[in-house]
């Protein structure tokens, strides 16, 4: 079993890591996998067709979109590849988290994981029943780019009793002020330098209420990402 | 010239009343940590590339001088981008601008060293071409090498010049470079006059050519560096700038040095205002890039000059 991308990287060590064959390399980075711990004793190699070839798979997983020529490479030398879809809230991840399970024939594990995250998701819901009894938050990333509608950042804010006032597109410091958000999400601080990361650490932004998310939690859809929505529900 | 400054003095308030948050006095925190820092750095370093354009200029005696054509900006935004990406400005900020000021150095260095073995006129600015490539080339190369996975796909913005949601500390790291080179650039101006005589005759009156260069370079290296710092890839505003004044000011080098400081602040705040006003009036999603206005004001003006200096 080889994995090409992030995502499926933590979906194949959570599930089967006596099965890794190889992982894609930005699997051992702490800041963007959640399985980078894991992954570190495990084999890794960069998305490149002749090195996965070399491995002799009996099955490759991929993302949907990235490394597309090496797909193509790789299906026209006989390989068996899948590529998944990313989940955008916890239905596709449950969906996700199922589907990976069967592929590698670990259906029961899959359930175990799946029946975990529905109890942690269960034991956030508010109780009070209104709709967003916490108010309005930004979830503002890298660039200043805000987390809109259908993804996984929007799923963790409703799912913490959040309303996002985001739009999924990009807002500028002065907006995002004069937006007025009850709570300001961010990233946590990033260890290697980013430009683009700076942006949600600008002074003018230390006046607001603000929670991080480590970004390993949400830049893939796991079971692991409910603990996004704990983490916004504090 | 009367008009130039007060023209600067009412961009600059404009500038503090227009933004995303809307048209007027915006709240004292949006004045202050966010349109105070990014009109001081419009102010900043659009002076100091309005004046190294018309230093350059008269010390190569090439209408076609500019500190991005010939590659300085290039070298010094490798530098930043070097500085910045191995986290050496994350202990310390003022690491980034002097990155960018050794990236400037450099290029200055060998653009003087091709200077010296008579390369001139449009030559030299064709080095300046190749200057650019090369430090393209090397900024791709770092990225590649970055640790950050990132970090091509955020530089990319960055190359395209910006000063929007600049920091204060932004402006005290970036502001005494950039005021220095001005004072040294502003003080040549007797220099370029004499030269414009010929180097013979400057050197009779005690300016050799190679001293007057190698100031300017000095010069040039603390604005330019330091502004692409802050500002990323700016173009063309030296090259633009002193062109437009000299039928105010008459073809003399020294006397469209001032001119050329305030010209260029408030060509670079202009320019930035409509970046900024562009969503307001336009269906925009966001604002257009600096870098990208100057551009397209530039790159027409380049070809015209060009068609007059190169027969």
Redesign the interface.
């Given at each position: 079993m080889v994995s090409l991308n992030l995502c499926s990287d933590q979906l194949l060590v959570l599930l089967a890591p006596e099965q890794v064959r190889a992982l894609d390399f930005?699997a051992r980075?702490p800041e963007?996998s959640f399985v980078a711990a894991q992954a570190a004793h495990l084999p890794v190699v960069r998305a490149d067709a002749e090195a996965v070839l070399n491995l002799h798979p009996d099955l490759v997983i991929a993302g949907r979109y990235g490394a597309q020529t090496t797909v193509s490479l790789l299906r026209a030398r006989g390989l068996h590849v899948v590529q998944l879809d990313e989940p955008q809230d916890f239905d596709g991840i449950e969906k996700l988290v199922a589907q990976v399970a069967d592929l590698l024939g670990v259906p029961q594990r899959g359930s175990a994981l799946v029946a975990k995250m529905q109890a942690r998701l269960a034991a956030l819901s508010p109780s009070n029943g209104a709709p967003h009894p916490r108010g309005r938050a930004v979830f503002y990333e890298?660039?200043?780019w805000t987390a809109g509608p259908g993804s996984l950042a929007d799923a963790a804010l409703h799912a913490a009793g959040w309303q996002n006032a985001g739009t999924g597109?990009?807002m500028?410091?002065?907006?995002l002020?004069?937006e007025k958000p009850d709570l300001l999400v961010s990233d946590t601080a990033?260890s290697?330098?980013?430009?683009?990361q700076n942006?949600a650490w600008?002074?003018?932004l230390h006046?607001l209420a603000r929670k991080t998310v480590p970004p390993a939690l949400l830049i893939c859809g796991g079971p692991f990402s409910v603990a996004a929505a704990e983490i916004l529900s504090h | 010239m009367k008009f130039l400054l007060p023209a600067l003095g009412a961009l600059i308030i404009l500038s503090l009343l227009v933004?995303?948050?809307?048209l007027g006095v915006?709240?004292w925190?949006?004045l202050w940590?966010?349109r105070t820092p990014r009109t001081a750095l419009a102010v900043l370093v659009g002076a100091g590339l309005g004046l190294s354009g018309a230093v350059l200029q008269g010390a190569l005696r090439n209408p076609l001088a500019d500190p991005g054509l010939l590659g300085i900006g290039g070298c010094a935004a490798l530098g930043a981008i070097i500085v910045?990406?191995?986290?050496i400005?994350?202990q310390m900020p003022a690491a980034l601008p002097a990155g960018a000021m050794l990236g400037a150095a450099g290029g200055c260095a060998v653009l003087l060293a091709l200077s010296a073995r008579a390369l001139s006129g449009p030559s030299l600015i064709l080095a300046g071409v190749a200057l650019s490539a090369l430090a393209s080339a090397f900024i791709a190369l770092a990225l590649s090498l970055?640790?950050?996975?990132?970090?091509l796909a955020?530089?990319t913005?960055?190359l395209m010049g910006g000063l929007?949601?600049r920091?204060?500390?932004q402006l005290a790291v970036a502001a005494p470079p950039i005021a220095a080179g001005c004072i040294l650039l502003l003080s040549l101006g007797r220099r370029l006059d004499a030269l414009s005589l010929g180097e013979a005759t400057a050197a009779t009156l005690g300016f050799p050519v190679a001293r007057t260069l190698v100031l300017a370079s000095l010069g040039v290296t603390l604005a330019v560096g330091a502004g692409a710092a802050v500002a990323g890839g700016i173009g063309f505003v030296g090259l633009v700038v002193p062109h437009l004044l000299r039928p105010f000011t008459g073809q003399r080098p020294g006397a469209v040095l001032l001119p050329s400081l305030a010209g260029g602040a408030a060509l670079l705040l202009a320019a930035d205002l409509l970046a900024r006003a562009a969503p307001l009036l336009l269906p925009l999603?966001?604002?257009p890039r600096l870098g990208v206005l100057t551009a397209l004001l530039g790159a027409p003006f380049l070809v015209r000059i060009a068609r007059r200096a190169i027969p």
């Open positions: 930005l980075d963007l890298a660039g200043g597109g990009r500028g410091l002065e907006k002020l004069a990033p290697k330098p980013s430009m683009a942006l600008h002074p003018a006046g | 933004g995303a948050a809307g915006p709240d925190l949006i940590q966010i910045f990406y191995w986290g400005s994350i970055a640790p950050n996975p990132f970090a955020e530089i913005f960055w929007e949601d920091t204060l500390l999603a966001g604002e």
